[in-house]
């Protein structure tokens, strides 16, 4: 299966912990984003790479949250001191240079206890 | 601030008809709009794409309208299935040179046998 993959796809944690979550773009896709969707909404744009570099932060990014995409290829999303309500499906999606078109993963359910 | 209208609410529709979702937006004059599917526990799968100089775009059983005047898109499913059940979510183009897509909170479509 060569499409956008997410690791792990559910993790379930105390407040105050912090999590990291993994994200495998399509190979040859340079963009990559990440999204927070919760139950009854539509996702939230949170950040932007293209290749290495994160040219776009959502007001939604707290200082909490942290992300990477160290060599152009997989991201990592971290949230350190966990809240309640960061409780969420995290998404993340990649797209072709020049597309407007996002594929996005199956997503990790994060909750918080 | 930009918003995007989806009806929320379950929309029922007997197996065979036409469905219509709705999706309104203000505050905003996207380049570009998208639809689409995501079914319980997964990411959202791309349907179509319609530019804001184009009326209509149509793809097998599936047409999307776009009125940049009424700022309103129209999605249409023909000969509904019950397959076809699932949350459908407009999107746009975050504006602004921002990459991210700006979803509405999506229509939860029933296609009763």
């Known amino acids: 299966d060569t499409g956008v993959s997410q690791n792990p796809r559910h993790k379930i944690t105390k407040r105050g912990q912090n999590v990291t979550f993994r994200c495998d773009p399509i190979?040859?896709?340079?963009?990559l984003y990440w999204y927070r969707q919760t139950l009854g909404q539509g996702p939230e744009f949170l950040t932007y790479?293209?290749?290495?570099?994160?040219?776009?932060k959502s007001r939604l990014l707290s200082d909490r949250f942290s992300a990477e995409r160290p060599k152009g290829s997989f991201s990592t999303l971290e949230i350190q001191r966990t809240e309640q309500g960061d409780s969420a499906m995290y998404l993340c999606a990649s797209s072709f240079p020049v597309s407007e078109t996002q594929y996005f993963g199956p997503g990790t359910r994060l909750l918080v206890l | 601030s930009q918003k995007i209208e989806q009806n929320s609410e379950a929309l029922n529709i007997q197996e065979g008809k036409t469905a219509t979702l709705t999706c309104n937006y203000t505050?905003?004059?996207?380049?570009?709009l998208q639809w689409y599917r995501q079914d319980p526990g997964r990411g959202p799968v791309f349907l179509l794409l319609?530019?804001?100089?184009?009326k209509e775009k149509r793809k097998e059983r599936l047409k999307v309208t776009f009125d940049t005047t009424l700022k309103q898109s129209l999605f249409h499913i023909t000969a509904s299935q019950p397959a076809d059940s699932a949350t459908y979510l407009c999107a746009l183009d975050g504006g602004g040179g921002a990459d991210g897509l700006t979803f509405g909170k999506g229509t939860h479509l029933i296609i009763q046998p």
């Open positions: 505050n905003y004059s996207p380049a570009y």
């Open positions: 790479f293209q290749n290495e570099a994160q040219l776009e």
């Open positions: 190979s040859e896709h340079n963009r």
């Open positions: 319609i530019r804001e100089n184009e």
